[in-house]
Every structure is written in structure tokens, then in C-alpha cells.
């Protein structure tokens, strides 16, 4: 044990100072599935203990992370656990919630995702006390897994401005005519980097997706019950959804996104009597549950961050779009959210039957999708993906984080569709929203829906 102690803050000590920059780590269910064991610094500190140079556990705690989503220690007592993406996972036992990222180590393209290892993360009971430090580190080795990141050709091409590809959009609206593509002219003072992230960051860490969940008989007969359409933006007369933004060129799509959900979850909740709008900023500068302008997960943001740290309203820290240091009013009232989870309880679990049942319930819910080069020329109708490729602008599918309004079945072709708020401004698509394509897992939305509750 001592002897693995020593190799890991060796290993640690030698990781560059990127060490919370985006996680380029490509750990699944199976890599992270098995036997942990948790060494444990000091308990009773509160959320401001900086865990990012933690070398000094106390205790142990053995825990096994079990299938679908089981957590077992080992006196024997059960909670539950998540997959975040292939990032890090979180787990609840014995009322203290525990979250790390997976360790990796990057040089220069390379990168090794050490799967059975986290970096230092924290832990804390479930009402938010008692935070200590702690590092996970399986009980056997497992080989680390290399990735190598974009080409360094690729990279510089992604220096030069993005300019359109006419000839693409014309194909796609030749192929196709269920949606209509169109040249945005505000694209092309963008980077093409910064056009990925606008997308939702690089290709580099897409996992594999979870399929969407079996739909039991139950979840069944309750979505049946479910009206055919439904939107938030029009609920009785009365829009619930807070205005469109423009994240601009900072990979910020998952605090958008998340901050789009816990704004009209408060809407749905106070019957529009509250209608904040939340600092982006906020959580681009001062969250270590994401990496600023370089990406993020709205389970960590609109989820645990808002449990933990609170969020706070849009004039405590404006919206620059640019890393930086915390810069939030430490004077701002903070505003707390609980319950966040992934839709059907953990990773893996989520179906287009729930996510309806969760939307019409509870309120709005942030999804990832995967986006391909077509989707950005998006002007109106029910996208789906065309599988044309735009040759002169070298993108690579990203993962972005948006959010689910509504749904609905097209009266003509009979489509169904989702209704999903964007955050590339209004100008972009039907008054800054897109429709697409429902109930076929359409690149991959169905699959990591997240939701939330205010606290109020
Ligand atoms: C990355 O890995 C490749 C082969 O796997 C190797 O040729 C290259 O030198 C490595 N680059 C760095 C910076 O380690
Ligand atoms: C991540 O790991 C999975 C399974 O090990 C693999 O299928 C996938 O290609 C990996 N993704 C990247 C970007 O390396
Ligand atoms: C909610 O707000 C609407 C519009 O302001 C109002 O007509 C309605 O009575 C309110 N409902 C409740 C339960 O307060």
C-alpha cells in the first residue's frame, strides 16, 4: 500500500500545471467499473479547501463500483454511483458524496488516461460538510490507454478563419428536405479553433455514448399519457424559457446550457415570479468542476457545481467569454439547486420516454449532442444529420451541450421532434432554437440528459 502511496504522488509531481485544463481522459464504464479504494484526507473543512496539491491522506475506504449503478464498501453498506462522461465519476455512500476526475497525463498530443487512478477530488455528506481531499485508486493495476490528440497540420489549418463551403450547403439542401441549411456570415470572422469550441470542444474527448435505456412497461404506459406537444415557450399562453444568449468563441456551450436549465427550472417553479439570469462567467472563471473556455459537463455545473457552490446572477460577473481569474462580487447572494442527476438515476440510463416525463414534470433538461459540420449551417426545420462532410473546413464532431424546451410531432410529415434553446445567438436557426429529430436517438441526444431542482 505505502509503496503504491509513493508511486502516485510521484506520478502526480510529475504531471504538467494543466493539471485541471480540459480532460482530454477517456475513461468508461468498464474502465472505471471494479474494485477502489478511496485515501482520505482530514475531514471538517468547507468548500473553499483547495484540494489541488492533496498529498496527505488519512484514511481509507474501500469501494466497489458496481453494475448498473451500485456502490458497495466494504462493511457491506450500498449507494449508488455515475459515470461522468468519460471524465470522472461521482458516488454517494453512507451519506457522503464522493467526485474525482480520472487521472491522465498529456504530452504534447499524447495522451495516457490512467483509468484506475483519479487526480486529487473532494468529499463531503450530503448536506455539504465535512469537505475533505481524496485520491481513488483501483485495487488492480489496469493498462493506461493512449490517445493521440488532432494532428499538429490539422491544428494549424485550425488557425486560419473559417469561410463557407456554398457548394456544402447547396448539397444538403438538394439531399435533403426536412431541414434548410444557410450561409451564417457571422461565422466567418471566427477561427476555425474557435468555431470548435463554440461546438463544444475537440473531438479528442468523445466516448463512447451510452445507447439509450430499455423503456420499461411503466415508463411506457406514464409517457403515453404524456400530450402529443409540448413547449415550455408556450405553456398555457406563458413562455417559461429565458432569453437566448451567445457563448461567442469560448467552449462554454455546458455552463450556457446548464445555466438555460436552472434559469427556467426557477421560472416553472415561482410561475415566473423569479427570473434570474445566471452568471455564465461565474462558472467559466471560477468552477474546478469544468475547464473554462476548454469545456465542461452540466451534470458538474448546472448539477453538482449549483449544489455546491451556488450560482449567481448574471451582473455579479458579466459574461466576457475569456478565461480568468474569479472575478464574481463576493458580495452576490448565491442560489443553490439540489437533485441533480443523470435522467433515469446514472450514465447510461436515459430514453426519450423519460426525458418527456422529466421535461413536462419538472422543467427544461440540459442534453448533449454530438454536432457534425452540417448542423452549423442550420436556418430551420427538423435537423438530421445528413452525413455530408464539409471538405474545406476541417471540423471534427464535438459534443454540445444545450438545452430541451419541448417536443412535438410535424402535423404534414408526421415527424417527431424535440424543440432545444441553442446559445449561438438569435440570429442562428428558428430565433436562436433548432428542432431535431426525435424518438431515433438522433446524434446521440437521447442519451445524457441531465436534471435539476431549485432550491428555493
Ligand atoms: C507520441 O507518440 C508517438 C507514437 O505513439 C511518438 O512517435 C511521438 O514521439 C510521441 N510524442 C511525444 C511528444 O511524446
Ligand atoms: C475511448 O475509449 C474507447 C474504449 O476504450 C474507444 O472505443 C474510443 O475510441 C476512445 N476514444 C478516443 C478518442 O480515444
Ligand atoms: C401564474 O401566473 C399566471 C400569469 O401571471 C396567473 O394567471 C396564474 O394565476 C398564476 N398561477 C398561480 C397558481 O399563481
Not at 474502465?31 to 468547507?46: A, E, Q, Y
Not at 470542444?201 to 404524456?226: C, F, Q
Not at 453538482?304 to 481569474?325: H, I, L, M, Q, R
Amino acid at each position: 500500500m505505502a509503496m503504491n502511496w509513493l508511486k502516485i504522488v510521484a506520478l502526480l509531481a510529475s504531471l504538467a500545471i494543466h493539471v485541471y485544463a480540459d480532460t482530454p481522459a477517456n475513461c468508461t464504464y468498464e474502465d472505471v467499473r471494479g474494485k477502489w479504494v478511496f485515501m482520505i484526507g482530514s475531514k471538517g473543512h468547507d468548500r473553499t479547501l483547495d484540494c489541488s496539491a492533496f498529498d496527505s491522506p488519512i484514511m481509507e475506504l474501500q469501494i466497489t463500483l458496481d453494475f448498473p449503478n451500485l456502490a458497495i464498501d466494504q462493511f457491506g453498506n450500498t449507494g449508488f454511483w455515475t459515470l461522468i462522461y468519460n471524465q470522472g465519476f461521482e458516488v454517494v455512500i453512507n451519506g457522503e458524496k464522493y467526485f474525482a476526475f480520472s487521472l491522465y497525463k498529456k504530452d504534447g498530443n499524447n495522451v495516457t488516461s490512467i483509468c484506475d487512478q483519479t487526480f486529487p477530488g473532494w468529499s463531503h455528506d450530503i448536506f455539504d460538510r465535512n469537505w475533505a481531499c481524496f485520491i481513488g485508486r483501483k485495487a488492480e493495476e489496469q493498462r493506461p490507454k493512449q490517445t493521440v490528440l488532432l494532428h499538429e497540420e490539422l491544428r494549424v489549418e485550425s488557425e486560419r478563419f473559417y469561410r463557407h463551403n456554398l457548394e456544402f450547403i447547396h448539397q444538403i439542401n438538394q439531399q435533403q428536405k426536412s431541414w434548410q441549411a444557410t450561409r451564417y456570415l457571422q461565422f466567418e470572422k471566427m477561427r476555425i479553433e474557435d468555431m470548435i469550441k463554440m461546438k463544444g470542444g475537440r473531438k479528442s474527448t468523445i466516448a463512447s455514448i451510452p445507447k439509450p435505456a430499455p423503456v420499461t412497461p411503466e415508463v411506457s404506459r406514464m409517457a403515453d399519457t404524456l400530450p402529443d406537444n409540448f413547449d415550455w415557450r408556450n405553456y398555457y399562453g406563458i413562455n417559461y424559457v429565458s432569453p437566448i444568449r451567445n457563448q461567442g468563441n469560448c467552449g462554454s456551450c455546458y455552463a450556457f446550457g446548464s445555466m438555460a436549465m436552472n434559469e427556467a427550472r426557477i421560472r416553472v417553479r415561482t410561475n415566473n415570479t423569479q427570473t434570474p439570469i445566471f452568471s455564465t462567467q461565474d462558472i467559466v472563471e471560477c468552477s474546478e468542476y469544468s475547464q473554462g473556455c476548454d469545456g465542461g459537463f452540466p451534470y458538474l455545473i448546472g448539477g453538482k457545481y449549483a449544489e455546491d457552490f451556488g450560482v449567481v446572477e448574471e451582473e455579479c460577473n458579466p459574461y466576457k467569454g475569456v478565461d480568468g481569474k474569479c472575478s464574481t462580487k463576493p458580495s452576490c447572494e448565491r442560489q443553490y439547486f439540489t437533485n441533480y442527476e443523470y435522467i433515469g438515476g446514472f450514465y447510461g440510463a436515459c430514453n426519450e420516454e423519460l426525458m418527456r416525463i422529466n421535461l413536462v414534470k419538472n422543467g427544461p433538461i440540459a442534453v448533449s449532442f454530438e454536432v457534425y459540420d452540417d448542423f452549423v449551417h442550420y436556418k430551420g426545420g427538423i435537423y438530421i444529420h445528413t452525413g455530408l462532410r464539409d471538405k474545406f473546413n476541417p471540423f471534427e464532431i464535438t459534443n454540445h451541450v444545450v438545452l430541451v424546451v419541448g417536443y412535438g410531432v410535424e402535423p404534414v410529415t408526421g415527424q417527431k421532434y424535440w424543440v432545444v434553446k441553442n446559445s449561438w445567438g438569435e440570429a442562428w436557426g428558428e430565433m436562436g432554437f433548432f428542432r431535431i429529430r426525435r424518438s431515433t436517438d438522433e446524434c446521440s441526444i437521447e442519451s445524457i440528459a441531465v436534471q435539476v431542482d431549485p432550491i428555493l
